[in-house]
C-alpha cells in the first residue's frame, strides 16, 4: 500500500528506520514516502513513537538504523562524522521547516526578528528584504500588525502562527507539524489550523502529527497509524477513519472520536 | 575620632583602593577567559577533557582563597613559577573566580530551556549560530547576575593579597596603623572605601542585568 502514483516524485523518504531509548524500542522500522504536495497525518496514542519519528526526519533524534532522505538525499549519514555532518545536516535543515507543540519562539526577539532571524544569517540576505519578505509571511498568518510586538504579549495561537511563519520563511520543501494545536486553548485551535489549511492548498508537503481526527480527515492525503512504535495500518483518509481494517485502529478512532465535540 | 588624620589619609587610601580595582578588574577579565574555556572543555565530548574541567574546578572550590595564594606565592618558586606580588594577586585571583564562573556560566547557559535550541537547530542553525543567537542572549541577564556576585567576592577577597604585600587597600590601611596607631579612624575609612567598591560594581551589574534582560518588558520593538 502508498500513496504514491508513478509521477510522483518522493519528498520525504523514512524507509525501514529503527530507533532505541536505552533498551526502550520506540521506532521498530518505520517506512513512509511522502510525495511532493501530499500531506500525511500520523496518529497514535502517547508514548507511540510519533514524535520521535518526526524528530527523526529533521536528525533531532539520531536513529540506529535505517535511511531517511529528503528530496533524494540522504539525512542520516552515519558516514559523516563531526564538522562535515554538522554542514550537512544544517544544511539538510533549511529546507525542513518544524513546528512544536511549544511554538519555542525566541522570546528576546520581536515577532518580525523571529522571522527574519534564519533568512539572515543563514542565507545572508540583507535585513531590509528580510523584512519585506517576514511581512510577508506574517500577513500570510494573518499578524502583519504584529511584526514589532514580543512573543510574550502574544495568545498561544498567534505564537502558533509567528512559529509557522518562521518556519515558512526558509522556504523549506516540507513542514513538520508536531501536535501543533495540542498546547492551545480549544478556541484557539481553529486559527492554527486555517494556517495549515492554506498551506495545504498551496501544496506544501507537510507531515502532521496530531490528536485531532477530524482535521487529519479533512486536510490529509494519507493517514498513519502507529502503535508501539509499528505502523498499525495506513491508507486515504476515507478508508482509514470510516472503515479501517484493524481492531486497534478501530479501537483507537473510536476512543477519539467520541472524545471530541 | 581623629577627623584631621582621617582627611590627611584619604588620599593614599584612595590611591590604594585603585590597586584594589585594578587588580580585581583585571582578575575578573582574566578570569572570565578562564571560565570560557573550562566551560568548552565541559561541553566537549572528551572525557579526560571533561574531567579535567570538572576536577580543576573541585580543586579550586574545594580550597581556601588564602592557601591558593600563599601556594603559588611562596610555593610557585619551587617549580619554577616565579611572580611579582602583583601579577601574582591577579593570576590567583583570576584562576579562583574562573572556576566559579565556569560553573555560573554553565548554570545560566542550561537554564535556557532546550526547546530553544531545538527551534533554533531545526531552522539550520549550527552550535555556534545557535549559542550566539538563541542562548547567550537570554542566559546573558542569569549570566551577568552570577558573575557580579562572583565579582564582588573577588573584590572583598582581595584584601587578602596584602599578605604578599601588594599595596592595596588592606596593605595600605596596615601600613598607616603602624605609623599613626590609630586602627579605628583607618579601618573604618577602609571599610567604607570597599562599600563603595563593592556598591559601585552592584550598580554596573544592575544596569547590565536590566540592558540584558530588557526584552522581557518591551513590548515593542525598539527601532
Ligand atoms: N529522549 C528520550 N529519552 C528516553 N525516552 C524517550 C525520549 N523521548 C521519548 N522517549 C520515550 O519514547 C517513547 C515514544 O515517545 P514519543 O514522544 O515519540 O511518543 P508520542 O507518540 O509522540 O507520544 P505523545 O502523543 O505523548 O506525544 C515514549 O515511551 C517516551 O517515553
Ligand atoms: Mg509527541
Given amino acids: 500500500m502508498t500513496i504514491e502514483t508513478k509521477t510522483d516524485t518522493p519528498m520525504v ?73 554538522e554542514r550537512h545536516i544544517n544544511h539538510i535543515r533549511q529546507n525542513m521547516g518544524m513546528v512544536f507543540q511549544h511554538f519555542n519562539l525566541f522570546p528576546h526577539l520581536s515577532t518580525l526578528d523571529n522571522v527574519t532571524l534564519a533568512p539572515r544569517k543563514l542565507k545572508g540576505m540583507a535585513r531590509k528584504e528580510a523584512e519585506e519578505l517576514g511581512r510577508e509571511y506574517l500577513n500570510r498568518v494573518g499578524l502583519a500588525d504584529k511584526a514589532d510586538v514580543y512573543p510574550s504579549r502574544l495568545s498561544g495561537g498567534q505564537k502558533q502562527r509567528v512559529a509557522i511563519a518562521r518556519a ?54 494519507w493517514a498513519m497509524f502507529m502503535e508501539g512504535g509499528v505502523v498499525v495500518e495506513e491508507g486515504t483518509p476515507d478508508k482509514f477513519f470510516s472503515n479501517p481494517d484493524h481492531e486497534r485502529t478501530r479501537n483507537f478512532l473510536r476512543k477519539h472520536l467520541s472524545s471530541q465535540h | 575620632m581623629d577627623v584631621n588624620l582621617m582627611v590627611e589619609v584619604t588620599p593614599l587610601l584612595i590611591k590604594a583602593a585603585w590597586i584594589t580595582i585594578d587588580i580585581s578588574i583585571r582578575a575578573i577579565i582574566l578570569g ?121 567576592v573577588l573584590v572583598k577577597n582581595s584584601s587578602l593579597v596584602s599578605i604578599i604585600s601588594v599595596v592595596e587597600l588592606t596593605y595600605q590601611a596596615q601600613r598607616l596603623i603602624g605609623s599613626t596607631y590609630k586602627p579605628f579612624e583607618i579601618f573604618t575609612l577602609t571599610a567604607v572605601m570597599y562599600i563603595c567598591i563593592v556598591y559601585a560594581v552592584m550598580g554596573i551589574v544592575e544596569l547590565a542585568y536590566r540592558r540584558a534582560t530588557r526584552y522581557t518588558t518591551l513590548v515593542k520593538r525598539v527601532q
Avoid at chain 1, 518505520?30 to 527523526?56: A, D, Q, W
Avoid at chain 2, 580543586?59 to 601579577?87: A, C, E, H, S
Wanted: net charge neutral.
Fill in chain 1, 13 to 85: 523518504e523514512i524507509v525501514n528506520v529503527h530507533k532505541k531509548f536505552g533498551d526502550l524500542e520506540v521506532l521498530k522500522g518505520i517506512n513512509l514516502t511522502v510525495p511532493k504536495g501530499k500531506i500525511v497525518s500520523i496518529i497514535g496514542s502517547s508514548g507511540s513513537g510519533k514524535s520521535t519519528l518526526l524528530r527523526s526526519v529533521n536528525h533531532l533524534e539520531v536513529i540506529d538504523d535505517g535511511v531517511i532522505r529528503l528530496d533524494g538525499v540522504q539525512v542520516n549519514r552515519p558516514d559523516m562524522k563531526g564538522l562535515a555532518f
Fill in chain 1, 168 to 221: 515558512l520563511a526558509m522556504q523549506p520543501k516540507v513542514m513538520l507539524f508536531d501536535e501543533a494545536t495540542s498546547a492551545l486553548d480549544p478556541e484557539l485551535v481553529e486559527e492554527v489550523n486555517l494556517v495549515m489549511r492554506d498551506l495545504a492548498k498551496e501544496h506544501m508537503t507537510m507531515l502532521i502529527v496530531t490528536h485531532e481526527m477530524a482535521f487529519a480527515r479533512d486536510v490529509s492525503d
Fill in chain 2, 32 to 152: 572570565f577567559g578562564v571560565a570560557c574555556v573550562l566551560v568548552f572543555l565541559r561541553s566537549l565530548q572528551i572525557k579526560p577533557l571533561q574531567w579535567f574541567s570538572r576536577g580543576y574546578v573541585s580543586v579550586i572550590r574545594g580550597t581556601p582563597y588564602f592557601v591558593q595564594l600563599l601556594l603559588v606565592f611562596y610555593g610557585g618558586p619551587t617549580i619554577g613559577l616565579t611572580m611579582d606580588p602583583f601579577t601574582c594577586g591577579v593570576m590567583v585571583g583570576a584562576f579562583n573566580i574562573g572556576a566559579y564562573m565556569s560553573e555560573a556560566i554553565r548554570g545560566a547557559l542550561e537554564s535556557v530551556e532546550s526547546g530553544q535550541n531545538e527551534a533554533s537547530r531545526s531552522l539550520g542553525f549550527g552550535r555556534l549560530q545557535t549559542l550566539t543567537y538563541v542562548v547567550l542572549p537570554q542566559a546573558a541577564g542569569l549570566m551577568i547576575r552570577s558573575v557580579g556576585v562572583l565579582a564582588i
